[in-house]
């Protein structure tokens, strides 16, 4: 009994390890939107993540037109300095800045009647970009093709159309693929109709699929990209300067529009769009306009550049603009970016003007803000003293000079002269009262 117990034991030993073995780690993330600054973010951290869990493989479900060049060649770095292998599985197109990051991966898989290429770079208006651009581009799909052992001529043409390849493609066009046309010339490597089928094909039969998606704290920072809520933004922080500056110490006002600033700035520096520069120009034409509202009489240079430089970096940090060159923003982009900044602005004067005299009114602003007067001639007084002293005689009780204390009528009160000097015992007549003190001047 006890032998075959060992021998039992001996045989779990060997099978175990076969049983035991786990599944593989299978990460999917997609691309399906234009590719921007948010996509670049939306890729590096669905890559930490990938890492974090020990993801054996990592599965880019893509179909998009292209998009920004600059956060296209972030992804591919990112993709490429990745040590597990990453696919991509084309689900209709990957076009522009999509070829390059699918030439990036290490398989790409393609469903039926996609396509892949048509990487010309082209500006706002949809109008080619100047030849800098183009060979900026060429380089980058030329590079990135070697690395993945792809031919690098194939990739210069989905950008260039003068390069002309026998059996592939004319001068005069630009390299675009279908399924079978990416197989033959080695930029796919089979046609699926699905994930599971990518897997089946590498011989993974045990896996767990992990679809990322952006945890919570992402998708508030998504929500306040929103031109829309950007442009509530900019009103509630025009709308709280303002009424902190017509109500000073209430607080409230000044807190939303602090807390509204944070909202608006935090989402677009860390997608990228808000560069430190462009913060820095909001921060210098916010101090330019307090400088002219509180220190420099009238409305002149100093008002005038703080608004230049407060609207102008508002709208800069809504655009993925390199420094002062927009060629390859989209004009819409722009378009929406300076509409929601100055809708802002126009919502927060309409406010000042329309707004403020009922929320003043409200019961509301009454409960935070002190809306009454409180008269003298109602009882509300800050003097102690009980009936008017002016023209009662005394002495100085302290020496004055100016201030000090005087004796009169046997009471002593604060007191002080119009800048003279005053002995103690001299004789002094009061001229004034200001608060809890009594005006003076030496007796003649």
């Excluded at 100047?130 to 093709?145: C, E, G, L, N, V």
């Excluded at 442009?231 to 409230?252: A, D, H, S």
């Excluded at 970096?313 to 989209?330: A, I, Y």
Aim: glycine share 10%; with cysteine; net charge negative.
């Amino acid at each position: 009994m006890r032998k075959l117990l060992v021998y039992l034991t001996f045989l779990v030993t060997l099978v175990a390890p076969g049983l035991a073995q786990k599944a593989s780690k299978v990460m999917v993330m997609e691309i399906k939107s234009d590719i921007d600054p948010r996509t670049n973010r939306y890729v590096e951290l669905a890559l930490e993540q990938a890492e974090e869990i020990g993801a054996d493989v990592v599965i880019i479900e893509m179909d998009t037109y292209g998009g920004l060049v600059a956060d296209a060649k972030d992804i591919v770095e990112n993709i490429l300095d990745f040590e597990k292998p990453v696919w991509v599985f084309i689900d209709k197109d990957a076009a522009s800045a999509g070829a390059l990051i699918s030439i990036a991966c290490d398989s790409i898989y393609m469903a039926a009647g996609s396509s892949i290429g048509a990487a010309t770079v082209v500006v706002g208006d949809g109008t080619q970009a100047p030849d800098k651009y183009q060979s900026y581009m060429r380089s980058t799909m030329r590079s990135t093709a070697e690395e993945k052992g792809r031919d690098p001529k194939i990739a210069e043409g989905m950008v260039d159309q003068n390069i002309e390849i026998e059996g592939v493609t004319k001068a005069g066009e630009v390299i675009t693929f279908s399924t079978s046309e990416a197989i033959e010339h080695g930029f796919c490597e089979a046609k699926v109709t699905s994930i599971e089928e990518i897997l089946e094909r590498n011989g993974i039969e045990k896996y767990d699929l992990i679809r990322y998606e952006l945890n919570i704290t992402e998708k508030i920072i998504a929500f306040f990209l929103n031109p829309f809520i950007s442009g509530i933004l900019i009103l509630v922080i025009i709308g709280g300067l303002y009424f902190e500056l017509q109500t000073p110490g209430v607080g409230f006002p000044i807190l939303a529009a602090a807390i509204a600033l944070v909202l608006y700035l935090v989402p677009y520096y860390l997608n990228g769009l808000a560069e430190s520069w462009e913060i820095i120009a909001f921060i210098v034409g916010i101090i330019l306009i307090a400088l002219e509202v509180f220190v420099i009489p009238g409305f002149g240079l100093a008002g005038v550049s703080g608004l230049i430089l407060t609207v102008g970096s508002l709208v800069l940090m809504m655009l993925n603009n390199d420094v002062f060159d927009f060629t390859l923003v989209p004009f819409d982009k722009i378009f929406i970016a300076i509409s929601t900044t100055l809708g802002g602005l126009l919502g927060g004067v309409i406010i000042m003007f329309f707004g403020g005299v009922r929320l003043a009114n409200s019961k509301m602003f009454s409960r935070i803000a002190l809306t009454s007067t409180e008269k003298r001639s109602e009882g509300y007084t800050s003097s102690f003293i009980k009936e008017s002293m002016i023209g009662k005689t005394g002495e100085a009780y302290t020496v004055l000079r100016p201030s000090g204390k005087v004796l009169i009528e046997d009471e002593i009160f604060d007191a002080y002269t119009r800048g003279g000097y005053i002995h103690q015992g001299a004789k002094i007549k009061v001229i004034g009262e200001e608060g809890t003190s009594l005006k003076v001047k030496q007796a003649d």
